[in-house]
């Protein structure tokens, strides 16, 4: 009997329990997006930093768990919803009348409970009680609105200095972050070059670069710069006392020896002659090999052997001559502030007696009192150098005089090849004292390339302050004579001009294998030695040639006085016969006289 009357009442319930539940949400989300203008607006004020999208979602939750809280609350009861729905539906509380006499056996209310029945039965809660749109639901959307335009236009004011303070340390962090990362690839590219040197670092530079590390999370990004600056310069200097000691004076002083060396005539050996006076050594070793390999074979005709025979006598004796000059180790010592009768002696004796050299050289130092302990050490260093390279030239010109008399022989005798052994063991010292003083020079340079790149950012160091190039501005007149850091306007400006432009670079001290062709000379200058016989007299032939043409049509033209004809005819015709001879130098009697002699102290090179 009750069940029509429990569905039409239970319906009602959650009818206005749903309408209330919608009314109480759209107050708390009004309530909600306040908080969130409160919010927003507090946080521009002040420079804080909030996490809005939590906050956001913070607010939604709660918003609609307060809603249901709410509602659950204030909830209507069954007999409320009975007494809306007689109302609504017009049953003149019949419903209501029947939950209360429920339980009664009263007749009346039996027939009043029977009538509800009836009632309730053909019901439609959903016509009687409708869905109504919340009468509160423009607060939220004006809320909302309002929200959208306080994230868009409040601007960020900043009252406290709150975000200005942030935004430094954050900009500071993210420096520190880059420059340790330039700092470690710099390193490691660093590292690379000094591996391949063959250097290891002192105790106290790793210890530097250890710390440094440590300790970048808490060093600004001027003071990690700066470090990195003092610690490349003490990495600099330790690479330039290794490149000026005695290895890398012994290399400069066997190179500068080398350069003596001059070919008398032309012949196998030019290759190997060329490369040795060049500080070629591995091409003086390939040379060398060549050579080796035609021995061999007997790929050599009696005539080069003859030839090169002659060519390793010429050096073996130019070697053998540089060895024993002890002129050059005189004059340094004089320049360092030796007496000269010690510094002749002392030269003198390095030839035959190193060590004794040595200890003489000790003595005279001591008894300069105008040379510091650095020049002492450096002049050591020199001396040190000229002797182990003038051994390296006697020993280089004792292996070419076994080269040569071995040439007189047919094939590869064994005195031969223990020659060329030797000779190729002193080409191998030498070339790997050259790559490893090749490979410091790399170091340094990538030393002072990275020493530049950090002293741009942190500013150069002038009189003990810091300091950093101003401004370029626009020109204006004046006249000043003040010096400022900029450029633009009156004074002396020492600042970069208006077009200057940063442009990247890198030094690679390498030697590139290059070919001479017959091309133009592009540059001359004049040696100490004998004539070069056999050369081209090509130039000169078109040069007469050319010259020729041009003086007949100047006195075809009379750009020549009348009076000096005769003169030009004779003197370009004799070039024009000189030329067709051969040679500039020969003679015009027409019976093939012999070259000129080279007796002329000085010849020019022609590259």
Known sequence: MFQDIDRAVAAAWRRLVAQKLAQTLMVTLAVAFALAILAVVVARTFGLVWPFSWIFIGLGAASVLGACVWTAVGAPSKLDAARVLDERAELKESLSTALVYRASQDPWAQAVIETARSRAAGLKVSQALPMEWPRLAALP????????????????????KIAQTREKKQDEAKQVVEVKAAIDAKNQKLEQLLAKANVKLDEE??????????????????????????????????????????????????????????????????????????????????????????????????????????????????????????????????????????????????RKNPEAAKEMLKKA?????????????????????????????QNMGESLQKMAQGMQAQGMSQEMSEAMQQMGESLSQAEQLDAEMSNLEAAMSECQSQMGEMGEGAGQCQGGEEWAWGDTGEWSEGDSDKAGKGSGGPGQGLGQSPEAQAAAYQLDPTKAPVKRTAGPIIGSRLVQGEQVRGESVAEFAQAAEASAKAATEAINTDAVPREMHDAVKHYFGRLERRAKQGAPGQGTSGQGSAPAKATEPAQPEKK
């Open 141 to 160: 959307i004006c809320a909302g609105a309002a929200l959208v335009i306080a994230w868009v236009a409040f601007p960020p004011l900043d009252v406290l």
């Open 205 to 350: 530079l790793d210890n530097d670069a250890g710390e440094a590390g440590k300790a970048s999370e808490v060093k600004g990004a001027e003071e990690l710069r700066r470090e990195q600056v003092k610690r490349l310069t003490s990495l600099a200097e330790q690479l330039r006392e290794m490149r000026g000691g005695e290895q890398g004076q012994q290399l400069d002083a066997l190179k500068e020896s080398l350069r003596q060396l001059r070919q008398a005539e032309p012949g196998p050996m030019d290759d190997f002659g060329r490369s040795l006076a060049q500080g070629d050594f591995k091409g003086a070793q390939e040379a060398m090999a060549d050579l080796a390999k035609k021995m061999t074979d007997g790929s050599m005709s009696p005539q080069e052997r003859a030839q090169a025979g002659k060519q390793l006598e010429n050096m073996a004796k130019q070697l053998e001559k540089i060895a024993q000059d002890t002129q050059r180790a005189s004059e340094r010592m004089q320049k360092a502030g030796l007496d000269p009768k010690a510094a002749k002696d002392i030269a003198e004796q390095m």
């Open 365 to 393: 130092m001591e008894q300069a009192k105008n040379m510091s302990e650095e020049q002492k050490q450096q002049l050591m260093k020199q001396m040190e150098g000229l002797a182990k390279s003038s051994q390296q030239c």
